[in-house]
């Protein structure tokens, strides 16, 4: 991991810096993280630390373990489908919540962000796109007047966004289905058609988890 340079919100940075390798799996599922240890390697006290390390742990990237090193969270095939299960009931929930908030600047926004994961899947750069595909839905959420709201949503993609990494071999073939999905609920969106937006993100949550499935049941029957 690269060191903090900066004598800035030293919590901020050491949190992003170890959400970062988390997610690009840098740091395994299970990994120790001793606070002494990390702290040395980041190059700041353990006060900012233990607050990074707290922040990760309200977004289930993390245990925290009373006495011991906070371990990185495993994401097996039963916490992918419970995410997705809370996944679905809320992004479908919040097309709906965001109806009087659509507008060109949104459009525009989606529309860039959808820019990028074509971009992403052209130059086979997966990783990226797992992060452009966890942005467009936080894009999406970050209309919603209910913050609390807003918060579930960021912390359920960011725990599907890690599971995510267990599918990182089979991107090639759904990434661009993905993108696809995800142009229809933006074209069903700018002709403010928001039932067929719901149906839209409704089939592109199954579509996700069904390619969880085709995943883990591949895996099983090695």
Known sequence: MKKIIQNVSLADQAYNLLKKAIISAELAPEEELPEEKLASDLGISRTPLREA???????????????????????????????????????????????????????????????????????????????????????????????????????????????????????????????????KIIEALAAKNVSQAKVNMLEHMQNVENRFLSYFQKEENK
């Open 53 to 183: 390390l707290r922040r990760l742990a309200m977004e289930g990237l993390i245990v925290l373990q009373k006495g011991r090193p906070a371990i990185v969270a495993t994401f097996t095939k039963e916490d992918s489908l419970e995410y997705m299960e809370l996944r679905r009931v809320l992004e479908i929930y919040n097309i709906e919540k965001i109806t009087s908030a659509l507008d060109e600047d949104l459009l525009n926004e989606l529309r860039g962000n959808l820019a990028l994961q074509l971009e992403a899947v052209t130059k086979n750069n997966f990783h990226d796109f797992i992060e452009l595909d966890r942005e467009f839905h936080l894009i999406l959420a970050s209309r919603n007047r209910n913050s609390k709201f807003t918060e579930l949503i960021h912390h359920m993609n960011t725990g599907i966004n890690r599971a995510f990494l267990v599918l990182s071999n089979t991107l090639q073939m759904s990434a661009y289905e993905a993108y696809e999905e995800h142009l």
